[in-house]
């Protein structure tokens, strides 16, 4: 249990659907972060968020919309992916520009694109 | 920014201890050293780090040398469940970067019985 939730852990969906992914976490921390993994690959950072902020956009698609209605809770909204979007899907979460403090991640969201 | 050199791959036999290496010849003096795990079908789990002292914790010891240029991490008694891709990372601030983690392809551990 690492504080950091996300959901669903398992999406399959079809290159029209919308859906949403949803991070939650317990930790007190003020900023969150989306990353994407797919295989074999390096973990790669999409959007970091400082206190519902969005600070930084590493040239994501516009197909992936990311929310931060709060410090607690991020989602990431897709829609018309393509099938090279299949990957694993981490939040993660810290305190904002701490250095000495780490980030925690969740246990991820294993998408399909079909 | 600081980049690390780990090995592809290393075996460790179960209940031994496991000494990772990594290489971070380019360190600032205000980078910080981090390590974490990922085992398979998960999210990476934070274990340990460190600025110039060694540190340890209930899952693992941090060595770091003297000069900073490499460290290595220390699982004291592996068992079969530390299997998993092991990543050294440095974490540095500037004006344009927050801390950020960049992970590289990290180093697979496997513990075998």
């Known amino acids: 249990e690492t504080g950091v939730t996300q959901t669903p852990r398992h999406l399959v969906m079809g290159m029209t659907n919308k859906k949403s992914l949803k991070c939650e976490q317990h930790?007190?921390?003020?900023?969150m972060y989306w990353y994407k993994q797919s295989a074999k690959k390096p973990l790669e950072l999409m959007f970091v968020y400082n206190f519902k902020e969005q600070t930084e956009n590493n040239s994501v698609p516009s197909r992936f919309s990311p929310e931060c209605p709060n410090s607690s809770h991020l989602f990431l909204h897709l829609h018309t992916l393509q099938p090279e979007d299949s990957a694993l899907y981490l939040c993660?979460?810290?305190?904002?520009?701490?250095?000495?403090?780490?980030?925690?991640f969740g246990d991820g969201t294993r998408l399909s694109i079909l | 920014d600081a980049k690390t050199t780990q090995p592809p791959s290393m075996d460790c036999a179960e209940g031994r201890a496991a000494n990772l290496p990594c290489n971070h010849s380019t360190i600032s003096g205000n980078e910080y050293v981090y390590w974490y795990r990922q085992i398979h079908s998960q999210g990476p789990q934070y274990i340990i780090h460190?600025?110039?002292n060694n540190e340890t914790n209930e899952m693992a010891s941090l060595i770091i040398t003297e000069d900073r240029k490499s460290s290595t991490l220390i699982l004291p008694h592996a068992t079969l469940r530390d299997t998993a891709v092991y990543y050294c990372?440095?974490?540095?601030?500037?004006?344009?970067?927050?801390?950020?983690?960049?992970f590289g392809a990290g180093t697979q551990v496997v513990v075998t019985p």
């Open positions: 930790l007190g921390h003020n900023a």
């Open positions: 993660a979460s810290s305190q904002y520009r701490a250095l000495n403090q780490p980030q925690h």
């Open positions: 990372i440095v974490r540095f601030m500037t004006t344009d970067s927050w801390g950020k983690l960049q």
């Open positions: 460190g600025l110039k």
